[in-house]
């Protein structure tokens, strides 16, 4: 995919450097020779997603989903802002909700081997703030 955007939900950059997830279980990351492919094909990838019935996707940047408070979750998403965006931030939301809130998706942590189940950040959930920030390997929410 182009270097700053997303690949079908696997590929992302980050200041420093290119960092590859896989946001779709069982998917493998694709080489660029076959990232660029029709869109049928992306549309086929998301189609596999099994958020995709209960959540809503947005890929954005910094300076359309930018901090509006203290806090680790006080972020605003403004789609509407003139800018060339570089869609380098996975959003998502649930749909058919109250809370129109986009919430950003954080990469895992690169350096953690646990395999279980992960735990909601007990100092986000009660105070909205979080003293590790970006290192916490908590996740913010759900």
Sequence with gaps: GAAGGLD???EYTLPGGRVCHSFIPGMRN????????PAGTNLS????N???ATHEFRQACHACYSRIGPRVMDYNYQP???????????????????????????PRPA???????FVLCKEVQERQ??????NCTFAYCQ
């Design 8 to 10: 079908s939900l696997s």
């Design 50 to 52: 099994p958020l995709a």
């Design 45 to 48: 990838l998301l189609s596999r």
């Design 30 to 37: 694709h080489s660029a020779a076959h990232s660029n492919g």
């Design 129 to 134: 703030e979080c003293q590790y920030g970006e």
């Design 80 to 106: 509407e802002a003139a800018h060339r965006c570089k869609r380098d931030v996975l959003l998502c939301r649930l749909k058919n909700t109250d809370d129109p809130t986009w919430k950003r998706i954080r």
């Design 111 to 117: 350096r953690n081997n646990f395999l279980g189940a």
